[in-house]
């Protein structure tokens, strides 16, 4: 009973990290080391009831054997592509890091071209109003001003809204979403009051993934519906963190249980995307995932704890 505790005690984390890096992942190679650890105990079965005659040291040796081997296999799959995962990861984060900073360089050159402008607007204003010519100063105003003012501060207004946001891979895939929604022509709410980081409960790739599959969702259906608005929110409230993504809808309320059908109302990458959804997500068993659908607003929550 000690060298079995021993041993359940020292090859938990190895469980662990095989269920959660190549069983989630390769579930092909899992399943072929369960037949043959199946047809492993079908060989110590036959030397166990004579149907294999072999001596008791032969017997012990091959099961020990074949344990150290399981364990090995485990163990070194599990570390293969735990790495393969972090290094995923790691390109991950640099790449959005790279997108953020060139969203940053291209905001500072359209303020540079601005602040250079701002002269030629300013003489061409000026020589309007000492002519005292009204409906030429109204023209300046309407063809340069306003425009250039629209151009510089949506970008500008995003990333304040997104300004809270401490992750900087979540904050470049909202910002790419909602640059891509404005030019849709959808309105784009951002609801982050005070600063949040994802909690550790939830990996951040799984949830980046997720946020992208919701707001590629909602994009979706937006731009079929009347209003044409996405909502996203993110907060920390009695020891749970709410991410929650919103948007209009065609339907006045639409079937939660036909979503995950390819032939769903919303179309079938809308399925598609919440049956990939769902996969990330049986991962994680302490997160919630709740959707509702009422006058002509689809809304779904994740329910992150803060705790484990």
């Not at 079965?45 to 149907?51: P, Q, T």
């Not at 030019?183 to 790739?205: A, M, Q, R, S």
């Not at 919303?266 to 509702?292: E, V």
Request: glycine content about 4%; some cysteine.
């Amino acid at each position: 009973m000690i060298v079995i505790l021993y041993v359940v005690k020292t090859t938990t984390k190895i469980f662990e990290n095989y269920e959660r890096y190549v069983v989630t992942q390769t579930p092909i190679l899992a399943w072929s080391f369960n037949i043959i650890i199946i047809a492993s105990l079908y060989l110590l079965y036959a030397i166990n009831y004579k149907m294999l005659v072999t001596s008791l040291l032969i017997f012990y040796l091959i099961g020990i054997g074949l344990l150290l081997c399981g364990i090995w296999f485990m163990k070194h799959t599990a570390d293969y592509y735990k790495f393969k995962t972090l290094s995923y990861s790691t390109m991950f984060e640099l790449t959005e890091l790279q997108q953020y900073t060139s969203q940053i360089e291209v905001m500072y050159d359209d303020m540079r071209r601005f602040r250079h402008d701002y002269k030629n607007i300013l003489y061409s204003l000026s020589s309007a109003i000492d002519t005292n010519d009204i409906t030429l100063v109204k023209k300046a105003f309407d063809s340069v001003v306003i425009p250039t003012q629209k151009d510089v501060t949506t970008s500008t207004s995003v990333l304040a809204d997104l300004k809270n946001l401490q992750n900087i891979e979540i904050k470049s895939l909202i910002y790419n979403k909602i640059m891509y929604a404005l030019d849709k022509g959808l309105k784009f709410e951002v609801e982050v009051e005070h600063k949040i980081k994802l909690t550790d409960n939830f990996e951040l790739l799984d949830a980046v993934r997720c946020i992208s599959i919701l707001l590629d969702n909602a994009i979706n259906a937006a731009l079929n519906s009347k209003e044409k608005k996405i909502n996203f929110s993110f907060f920390n409230s009695d020891g749970i963190q709410y991410l929650i993504v919103g948007n209009s809808t065609k339907e006045e309320m639409i079937d939660l249980g036909a979503l995950v059908q390819q032939d769903s109302k919303l179309g079938s990458s809308h399925g598609i995307g919440l049956k990939n959804l769902q996969m990330i997500l049986a991962r994680y068993p302490n997160i919630q995932n709740n959707g509702s659908s009422n006058s002509y607003w689809f809304e779904q929550v994740l329910m992150i704890p803060l705790k484990s």
